[in-house]
């Protein structure tokens, strides 16, 4: 038999079978009514429970899960150390050498950036912004207030004096 009419003949095969065979997982034994999630109990409260945002304005009146104190703030600058200074620099005054290859990071101490409330803030970490990710993997509500925390006592530079 010529390759053509095998083909064919591996066609017309195919088609009498049905689709069955082809639709992988498209029919499973379950999906049934016992598939679909039950409502939590009344009453009961997610395990490490965060405020659902859905934009950073949304996240303007959220208030601090906890006052600010030394202990946060140093928490927060040993965090800011290792996922922040990348493009933020060490200091938070921008120039971190991610800025070569990304759009470059602001001085965190610009007071544009620190007029915003303090949820805001939390909020740039947890949904990212413009340009900056999404921070927030493997940050509890503590890790964040810290950050936050960190980011409040970023004073901007003083302004440079020209020659
Ligand atoms: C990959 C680079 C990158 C990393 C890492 C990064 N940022 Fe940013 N960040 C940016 C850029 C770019 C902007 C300015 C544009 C924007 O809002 O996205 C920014 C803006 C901000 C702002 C100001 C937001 C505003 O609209 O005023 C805050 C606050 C901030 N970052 C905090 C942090 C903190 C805290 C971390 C660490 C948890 C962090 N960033 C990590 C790139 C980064």
Same mark, same amino acid.
């Given at each position: 038999m010529?390759?053509?009419?095998l083909a064919a003949l591996a066609t017309v095969a195919c088609m009498a079978c049905?689709?069955?065979? %082809?639709?992988?997982?498209w029919f499973q034994p379950g999906g049934g009514l016992h598939s679909i999630a039950r409502p939590e109990p009344e009453g009961s409260i997610p395990m490490n429970a965060r405020p659902h945002l859905d934009d950073r304005d949304e996240a303007e009146s959220l208030k601090e899960a906890f006052p600010t104190d030394t202990a946060s703030v140093a928490r927060g600058k040993a965090l800011f150390t290792d996922r922040c200074i990348s493009c933020h620099g060490s200091e938070g005054h921008g120039g971190g050498p991610v800025? %070569?290859?990304?759009?470059?990071a602001p001085d965190l101490g610009y007071p544009a950036i620190q007029s915003h409330p303090d949820g805001y803030i939390y909020a740039t970490i947890v949904l990212g912004g413009r340009a900056m990710p999404v921070m927030r993997e493997g940050l509890s509500q503590t890790d964040l207030w810290d950050l936050v925390h960190l980011v409040r006592t970023i004073k901007p530079l003083p302004p440079k004096v020209l020659p």
């Open positions: 010529s390759p053509k009419a049905g689709n069955d065979w %082809r639709t992988d997982m800025g %070569r290859y990304f759009p470059p």
